[in-house]
């Protein structure tokens, strides 16, 4: 593999939910290989993900994808100088494949480990494709597991300013979807859906937390689609799935963008980034877009492979992670409610 004097590889392992993922990336920065075994088909057919089933699909994986990151990045194991592995939050028999496999490899080549916490991977996939971004900014984590709103004092350092109270943003996209039929994973179907529906058929509530500034809560907006939904049904009202679709995806970004801008103006910031699943959808992106650019603020996002679940994220935080010191011992175990910040 081609490397400078000073670059440090990182060989990065992804198996928190329902992708096997595996990467090397240079100093951060330079994604070298990327491979994202997904097992979305397999999940869809139960309408959401099994964890036994995802478990056993990485241990399928895990070892093909590792070979195909390592080919790909023509690397051998004397240029990999860490091995970064997500060990939080997530399903725990999922990611224990991961933490697993990271802690063998460590073990035989003689490696260090570093253990990564996976929102801070999401968070730095905004690193891969601007490399002039550094902290301090604000970024918004929307995933089907959360949707944070985190003060990036620096690599490392973060404080939650905001966190939903309930569903995250994407686990109410992906309930919404199987209510109005559209099926697993429901964030993508929706956003397709909702580009031939009207935004303002259903005004849907823009829930707000009344004693946390920047706090969410979507579980009230889920409850009033689906009231919509036996509202219709019992006056025999058609349910036009693309108008809900776009009514309901209008909704929660306002909510997201609505404390992005409160976040943003109270701290007088400079950048602002967004992260996870749910910033591949164009409607948060342009109006998050809009909003920065409205206050002369800088707005980030990833490129969509790198908003869902991937390795690079994870290589990514893993290398600053690795600079600074930080290392793993060979009794890292996955913990599966993960405090940001906590280790
Ligand atoms: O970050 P991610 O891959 O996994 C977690 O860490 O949770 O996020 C997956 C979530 C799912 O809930 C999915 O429905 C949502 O992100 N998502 C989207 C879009 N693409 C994925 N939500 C809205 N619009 C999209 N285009
Ligand atoms: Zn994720």
Redesign the pocket.
């Known amino acids: 593999m081609i490397k400078k004097q000073g670059d440090a590889a990182i060989l990065a392992i992804e198996t928190s ?1 329902d992708e096997t993922a595996a990467a090397v990336v240079v100093n951060g920065r330079d994604v070298r290989s990327n491979i994202i075994s997904s097992q979305i088909d397999l999940h869809t057919l139960y309408g959401g993900v099994v964890p036994e089933i995802a478990s056993r699909k990485h241990i399928e994986k895990i070892n093909q994808v590792i070979t195909e990151a390592m080919e790909t990045a023509q690397a051998d194991w004397r240029d990999i100088d860490a091995v970064g592995v997500t060990y939080g939050p997530g399903l725990v028999g999922a990611l224990l494949v991961g933490v697993a496999e990271a802690k063998a490899i460590s073990y035989a080549k003689k490696i260090p480990l570093v253990g990564v916490h ?1 929102i801070e991977g ?1 968070i730095s996939a905004n690193y891969i494709e601007n490399k002039e971004l550094k902290p301090p900014f604000l970024c918004l984590v929307v ?4 949707t944070h709103l985190v003060n990036v004092a620096d690599y490392g350092t973060y404080e939650i300013l905001g966190r939903t109270r309930d569903d995250a943003a ?2 109410a ?2 309930k919404v979807a199987r209510a109005i039929g559209l099926g697993y ?4 179907k ?2 397709k859906a909702a580009h031939r529906g009207n935004p303002h058929a259903v005004e849907f509530p823009r829930p707000k937390v009344s004693d946390g500034e920047y706090d969410f809560s979507f579980s009230g907006l889920k409850s009033a689609v689906l009231n919509y939904l036996n509202g219709c049904q019992m006056k025999q009202i058609p349910i036009i799935q693309e108008d809900i679709a776009a009514s309901f995806q209008k909704a929660v970004t306002d909510v997201l963008i609505g404390n992005a801008i409160l976040a943003m103006d109270a701290y007088g910031v400079k950048k602002f980034a967004i992260a ?3 910033a ?2 164009g409607t948060l992106r342009e109006g998050m877009r809009r909003a920065c650019e409205a206050r002369g603020v800088e707005f980030y996002h990833p490129s969509p492979v790198y908003c ?2 991937n390795a690079a994220m994870i290589g990514a935080a893993a290398y600053y992670e690795y600079i600074a010191g930080k290392r793993s011992g060979l009794d890292l175990n996955a913990v599966p409610n993960l405090k940001l910040g906590e280790r």
Do not use: L, Q, Y
Not at 143 to 146: I, K, M, P
Not at 185 to 188: H, L, S
């Open positions: 939910c996976h999401h995933s089907g597991g959360h994407g686990e996209f992906d994973p429901g964030g993508p929706i956003e996870g699943g749910v591949s959808n869902t679940d």
